[in-house]
């Protein structure tokens, strides 16, 4: 199993911690042997939680991928002033505790914006999330115009990790952050470039293997 980098210090405290209390209930004995147990099942989790896959799918200039894993929570025509200053369909994606919570990028480009707005830590499904919340803004020129890619932290996330630098050429499907603990990300395309939407509210996503959109 790949792991993020990000992941390896809250391994490593999140099994120290379940190795520390086995050892504590075996020398002591008494009531609290389900204590390790329950440990080391959290400790399996925060091995999940930043596990980093790299999903199967189609690639190319045609396609839109998912940017991250999870369920989709809106489909919304929107103007975007930030980076695509333009009418645009926003696909906005959902990601529990228990979903991969590594970023991958949508279309292959040039990074034109990085934009970080320290915000508030709302619900991350909730409309006002996507302008009141912690978030990151990537600009990428791509193939068919710019996409923007809305990292967005939600109300048990508290670290957004974005790689990234304006002016970086990136390939589609690479991975472009992280987002810790619950969270969601939103795919910006300019509807001038006429995209085809692939996917419908509710649907699960793929970071990186599933086509959000596609171009004609």
């Given at each position: 199993m790949r792991i993020a980098r990000e992941g390896w210090p809250f391994i490593g405290i999140a099994w120290l911690i379940a190795i520390a209390a086995a050892l504590l209930v075996a020398r002591r004995g008494?009531?609290?042997?389900?204590?390790?147990?329950?440990?080391?099942?959290l400790a399996g989790w925060v091995v999940a939680f930043f596990r980093d896959p790299i999903r199967p799918g189609p690639r190319g200039e045609r396609y839109v991928l998912a940017a991250a894993e999870g369920h989709v929570v809106h489909v919304t025509e929107?103007?975007?002033?930030?980076?695509?200053?333009?009418?645009?369909?926003?696909?906005?994606?959902?990601?529990?505790?228990?979903?991969?919570?590594?970023?991958r990028y949508p279309v292959e480009g040039t990074v034109e914006l990085v934009h970080y707005h320290k915000g508030k830590f709302l619900h991350a499904g909730t409309e006002k999330a996507s302008l009141d919340n912690e978030q990151a803004s990537i600009g990428i020129r791509g193939p068919h115009g710019p996409v923007l890619v809305r990292q967005i932290a939600g109300l048990i996330a508290r670290r957004i990790v974005t790689d990234p630098r304006p002016g970086d050429h990136i390939a589609q499907g690479a991975r472009l952050g992280l987002i810790r603990f619950g969270s969601r990300t939103d795919v910006f395309l300019p509807l001038s470039a006429r995209p085809v939407v692939k996917v419908k509210l509710g649907d699960r996503v793929r970071v990186g293997g599933t086509v959000l959109a596609e171009y004609a």
């Open positions: 008494g009531p609290l042997w389900a204590v390790p147990g329950v440990l080391a099942v929107i103007d975007e002033p930030m980076y695509v200053k333009g009418r645009t369909v926003r696909i906005s994606i959902f990601l529990s505790v228990f979903d991969v919570h590594v970023n």
